[in-house]
């Protein structure tokens, strides 16, 4: 936003979002949590992915400084297009976004197909965080290649803007 000076310069103001991340909270916290959020004025809400959490990871994680998990193997993890889509029903204003959705792990047109559900259902309050994924047990798992990720992204990323642009069959 630009705001006047008395001399007729403007200057710019920048406004401060605040967004609720909601990462490993559980199923019956989220309603409670997104509404409380929007009624005092949050100006979003974020919800974190994780398919499952491996018993033994092989990697280090990136986020934590001795390398380790910092939520236990049982935390809580929600699908966050349906945390989404349940934040949507019971909301009227809050941005809903993830942070964030390990793209590679899933399947394009349905990752497509439900940001776009979400985006009708929400009157378009919905946008996508992605990542690669830090965890190369997802991918053994889900029988996805882990050495091409970062090739999936980037495909994935085009797919998703054709279909989700409108430019989709």
Do not use: Q
């Amino acid at each position: 936003r630009r705001r006047r000076r008395a001399s007729g310069c403007a200057t710019s103001v920048h406004a401060v979002r605040w967004c609720l991340p909601l990462p490993f909270v559980a199923a019956d916290h989220i309603v409670p949590m997104v509404r409380a959020a929007e009624a005092v004025g949050f100006d979003s809400v974020a919800k974190s992915d994780a398919v499952f959490y491996p018993e033994h990871v092989s990697v280090a994680y990136h986020g934590s400084p001795d390398g380790k998990r910092y939520w236990p193997p049982d935390a809580p993890s929600v699908e966050p297009f349906v945390a989404l889509a349940t934040m949507a029903a019971v909301t009227t204003r809050i941005r809903l976004t993830t942070n964030v959705v390990k793209l590679p792990i899933r399947d394009p047109l349905l990752v497509a197909k439900s940001l776009a559900s979400i985006a009708v259902l929400s009157n378009n309050r919905v946008s996508l965080g992605v990542g690669l994924s830090w965890v190369p047990e997802e991918f053994e798992f889900l029988r996805v290649e882990w050495r091409n990720r970062a090739a999936r992204f980037e495909e994935m990323i085009a797919i998703l803007r054709l279909a989700c642009g409108g430019g989709g069959p």
